[in-house]
């Protein structure tokens, strides 16, 4: 720790002063806990630049008060401009719902990607245990983010006309890189989950095909943006 503060107060010395004096981030990540995607590490960001949550398998729980708090302080006291899920492959979470939960805590906790992956089992079925495992974790993303489309929080901030954009991403363990999961808008749009007039977010990532090594480096780097 005081190699790393003596590192920061070399580049400038006010460097915690600055950050004392509050945050203004642009992006609100809800991320998983593993230990191997470490949000700030894998999209290299700097203090202040991520307001995040992380809980196994990247979930948005309605009956979680931490992630509602979190879901909360994110668009209405910070009014961040984008909301990420992100997900990642051979997430523990998500093997544990195709092989069998390890414990009655664990099977609560994912049992709606359990209810998810019953829901589509027939397709995932046919696929190898690899791709079935990460196929359904790139479907709990767009999952995710569909159940934090119904909250009242996000609902609220839709009927104001100032809500942040939403984004769903896969960080690929096996070559680092985070890929842009494609949304089904037109889908929401006719659930009313989102409003008719809702914009095509600009994505961070060029292409699903095309590897970023810093997809938010220069966006963050940036004074807060909103939508």
């Given amino acids: 720790n005081k190699s790393w ?5 070399e580049k400038n010395p006010d460097y915690f002063l600055d950050l ?17 995607s470490s949000l700030d590490v894998i999209t290299q960001s700097q203090l202040g630049q991520i307001f995040s949550i992380r809980n196994v398998a990247n979930q948005v729980s309605l009956t979680d008060v931490n992630s509602l708090a979190a879901i909360h302080l994110a668009i209405n006291t ?15 979470g998500i093997i544990d719902t195709l092989s069998g939960p390890t414990s009655q805590l664990v099977e609560a906790c994912i049992s709606p990607i359990t209810h998810l992956h019953f829901r589509h089992k027939e397709m995932l079925d046919a696929l190898s245990d690899k791709d079935r495992a990460d196929k359904l974790s790139e479907m709990n993303v767009v999952d995710q983010l569909e159940r934090l489309c119904k909250t009242s929080l996000l ?9 942040p954009l939403l984004h769903g991403w896969i960080y690929n363990i096996y ?53």
């Avoid at 699903?208 to 943006?225: G, T």
């Fill in 78 to 92: 910070l009014e961040v401009g984008h909301i990420i899920v992100c997900g990642h492959y051979q997430c523990r």
């Fill in 5 to 9: 503060v003596s590192k920061h107060l």
């Fill in 175 to 227: 070559t680092g890189f985070i890929e842009e999961l494609p949304l089904p808008l037109h889908a929401w749009k006719t659930l009313g989950l989102i409003p008719e007039d809702y914009p095509i977010p600009v994505s961070f990532i060029a292409s699903k095909n095309q590897n970023i090594k810093e997809p938010l480096r220069s966006e963050v780097s940036d004074s807060r943006q909103t939508p």
């Fill in 155 to 163: 609902e609220q901030a839709f009927q104001r006309k100032n809500y």
């Fill in 20 to 36: 004392s004096k509050g945050q203004a981030p642009s992006f609100f990540i809800i991320g998983c806990s593993d230990s191997r």
